[in-house]
């Protein structure tokens, strides 16, 4: 079965330091994945997603991610963190244009300011 | 704003009723999705509508489940018979399409249900 596994669960910065969350999913075919945030009271919003083409995908609020399609990770990553950046991150996965989007379980990201 | 609207906003129920969540979807989005949110399990999906074909229903925990959407619009997610651990906040989604996959989903503010 098709799923996505976020392998940091709980993660805790100092403001300006780098930051990369792991994300790797299990389908061997073609895939669209994205990343999403909730913000503490809010709902959830994406981030970024790849669809096609470069495999360096640039987000909103400096955030990054690269599709490696060898080792099926879309991992995130952000240069220099913020204290605003607090909040949960989930990766999601799709199979295709028709197919049903599954996240993962989510990391929840504390930055100390 | 026109975004995704989902009512009740808290639900609290005793076990072994009956509860009906609703979602408005964005107009327009083909797809919306269900999906539950527990603490530790991330976004659980549930089930998935697009369009006119057959909903993808594989996420649904149990037969006491089900969901609807009527008219390609409205989606109402019944839970029959509810269980404590059915206690969490579910969350409705809806996208449009493109060539090559959906757009961003939009996600509504959720319904928190408890079971007592």
């Known amino acids: 079965a098709q799923s996505v596994s976020q392998h940091n669960h709980h993660v805790i910065l100092s403001e300006a330091a780098s930051l990369e969350l792991g994300c790797n999913y299990s389908?061997?075919?073609?895939?669209?994945l994205f990343w999403y945030v909730q913000y503490p009271g809010q709902h959830l919003q994406l981030l970024l997603k790849?669809?096609?083409?470069?495999?360096l995908v640039k987000g909103i609020k400096g955030f990054e991610a690269e599709f490696i399609k060898s080792k099926f990770s879309f991992n995130l990553r952000k240069p220099s963190v913020q204290w605003s950046d607090t909040a949960e991150y989930f990766c999601?996965?799709?199979?295709?244009?028709?197919?049903?989007?599954?996240f993962g379980k989510g990391t929840r990201l504390h930055i100390l300011p | 704003g026109a975004g995704v609207s989902q009512s009740p906003s808290n639900k609290v129920t005793e076990k072994g009723k009956d509860v009906e969540l609703r979602c408005d979807p964005i107009s327009g989005h083909t797809a919306l999705y269900w999906y539950r949110q527990s603490l530790g399990q991330g976004l659980e999906f549930l089930i998935y509508f697009q369009g006119n074909s057959a909903p993808d229903k594989s996420g649904l925990p149990s037969d006491r489940f089900s969901a609807e959407r009527t008219g390609g619009s409205v989606s109402t997610l019944t839970i029959q018979r509810t269980q404590q651990e059915d206690s969490a906040v579910y969350l409705c989604a809806s996208s449009s399409q493109g060539a090559g996959g959906p757009y961003e989903q939009y996600f509504g503010p959720g319904t928190r249900l408890t079971v007592t």
């Open positions: 999601a996965v799709n199979r295709g244009r028709d197919d049903k989007i599954i």
């Open positions: 389908y061997g075919g073609t895939v669209n």
């Open positions: 790849y669809f096609s083409g470069d495999p």
